[in-house]
T-cell receptor, first 112, second 116 residues
Framework: AQTVTQSQPEMSVQEAETVTLSCTYD???????LFWYKQPPSRQMILVIR??????QNATENRFSVNFQKAAKSFSLKISDSQLGDAAMYFC?????????FGKGITLSVRP | DADVTQTPRNRITKTGKRIMLECSQT?????MYWYRQDPGLGLRLIYY???????NKGEISDGYSVSRQAQAKFSLSLESAIPNQTALYFC???????????????FGPGTRLTVL
């Protein structure tokens, strides 16, 4: 079984600043993946970044990077140089055996 | 053209009505999923299918049924809709390759369902 916890329901960041979104998880699987999905007001689910749990190196994707702490079961998302288009709901998810388990999401607002 | 499509995009129905939500994909993926999203609850898995002959219940399958008509089509039915089934419904697909643990899923645009 897998659980994902996103304890902060909302966050706000100033444009051009950096923000970190927190996520913790629990899983009984030895092989699993971690994901951050973005859901803008259009409601489309967009993959932001993914991390293979067996890799120690943190994933990066342009302005997005993760801090993956496997022992602590923590998977936070850092957004650098925040842009107005980053305003959205962000979901953390774990994937194992071809199934995803999502957190409750966090709403990120970006102040101009 | 979108790889994963859902119809309808929005639907308002009444309590007790039967309703079907449809999902089609052109990605050639074997695996398809139905989720519902409620405010403050994230996405929860309703049903999933790993191939045409394989259907599995997810976390919240009560009150729902599915049909996998073909590799590319996966439909979700509410036999007798009730107001607490008002939600945003997503279809998703994923691929699987031998030895690949990738679980990335690709989502459709969602169907906003309101049950009055």
């Amino acid at each position: 079984a897998q659980t994902v916890t996103q304890s902060q329901p909302e966050m706000s960041v100033q444009e051009a600043e950096t923000v970190t979104l927190s996520c913790t998880y629990d899983t009984s699987e030895s092989d699993y993946y971690l994901f951050w999905y973005k859901q803008p007001p259009s409601r489309q689910m967009i993959l932001v970044i993914r991390q293979e749990a067996y890799k120690q190196q943190n994933a990066t994707e342009n302005r997005f990077s993760v801090n993956f702490q496997k022992a602590a079961k923590s998977f936070s998302l850092k957004i650098s140089d925040s842009q107005l288009g980053d305003a959205a709901m962000y979901f953390c998810a774990t994937g194992a055996n071809s199934k995803l388990t999502f957190g409750k999401g966090i709403t990120l607002s970006v102040r101009p | 053209d979108a790889d994963v499509t859902q119809t309808p995009r929005n639907r308002i129905t009444k309590t007790g009505k039967r309703i079907m939500l449809e999902c089609s994909q052109t990605k050639g993926h074997d695996r398809m999923y139905w989720y519902r999203q409620d405010p403050g609850l994230g996405l929860r898995l309703i049903y999933y299918s790993f191939d045409v002959k394989d259907i599995n219940k997810g976390e919240i399958s009560d009150g729902y049924s599915v049909s996998r008509q073909a590799q590319a089509k996966f439909s979700l039915s509410l036999e007798s809709a009730i107001p607490n089934q008002t939600a945003l419904y997503f279809c998703a697909t994923s691929d699987w390759e031998t030895g690949d643990l990738d679980n990335e899923q690709f989502f459709g645009p969602g169907t906003r369902l309101t049950v009055l």
